[in-house]
């Protein structure tokens, strides 16, 4: 191996481990987040036994492994989904730090889509996207102003003006769309910009229709909206202009 090659490899390696330690603090904001309010501090602990968890029990992957999926103290399963978001974490800050470069504005993207799978499973878990995680995405998108040149600010203004749209169906509905959502949504105008929301919403109405169905097919009355909705948010922040552009040839497909 050349020497450029194993910087390189040194280089994704370095990336892979803050990943998965990015992913690992994620987890435990979804947990932490999940919780009444009164119990959210404190060290990690068991949901199981509720006993506390030793700093070696908390090694992105490898405890997981060690420990072959359980507590070392009550032997109760361990949920995938804390290794599952670890590898999530990894993949994310590598494949963002590859696609955007090594740049502010793509650790930003990155974030916000740790943000947004945050949100995504604590909206699924609980019904409810926490105010907290809605405005640490705006806040990001008020950074992203300063790092990048486009969109610029009345673009964003405007796509955070967007979630007028869904408050008036929340109207319009009494009450079928959650406030949360109509504060993701501004909070996502801020980041991503007039257009890019507007693909944004478009794929999470595109995909909540077929998740609709999945869950009115399974006899579940009621689906969280948000999880689609981020998903949508992270399409339109690495592909905004490509699904603007499906949907308008789409458009004209079905007019002509």
């Known amino acids: 191996m050349s020497s450029a090659s194993f910087a390189v490899f040194s280089l994704y390696a370095i990336l892979v481990l803050i990943g998965l330690y990015a992913g690992s603090l994620t987890t435990r904001v979804i947990f932490r987040l999940s919780l009444p309010k009164g119990s959210r ?18 090694i992105p992957i490898i405890s997981y492994i060690l420990l072959r999926g359980r507590c070392r103290r009550c032997g109760q399963r361990i949920s995938p989904m804390y290794p599952a978001t670890e590898l999530f974490g990894a993949f994310m800050v590598t494949f963002v730090s590859w696609y955007f470069g090594f740049s502010l504005h793509g650790y930003i993207v990155c974030l916000a889509s740790l943000l947004l799978y945050a949100l995504a ?16 995405l705006a806040v990001l998108g008020v950074l992203d102003i300063f790092v990048i040149s486009t969109p610029d600010p009345l673009s964003r203004a405007a796509g955070a003006a967007c979630a007028l749209i869904l408050l008036g169906v929340r109207f319009l509905t009494r009450g079928g769309i959650g406030i949360g959502d109509v504060k993701l949504t501004a909070a996502a105008g801020i980041l991503l910009g007039y257009d890019n929301t ?40 690495l592909y905004g202009e490509e699904l603007t552009s499906l949907y308008l040839n789409f458009i004209r497909f079905v007019a002509y």
């Open 198 to 237: 507007l693909a944004a919403l478009g794929f999470a109405v595109l995909t909540g229709a077929v998740a609709a169905a999945v869950y009115k097919f399974n006899g579940v009355k009621k689906m969280p909206f948000g999880p689609w909705l981020c998903a949508g948010i992270f399409a339109a922040a």
């Open 121 to 136: 499973v604590i909206d699924l878990k609980c019904m409810r996207l926490p105010d907290v995680l809605t405005g640490s």
């Open 41 to 58: 501090r404190g060290p990690s602990f068991c949901p199981n036994c509720g006993k506390h968890l030793r700093a070696t029990d908390q």
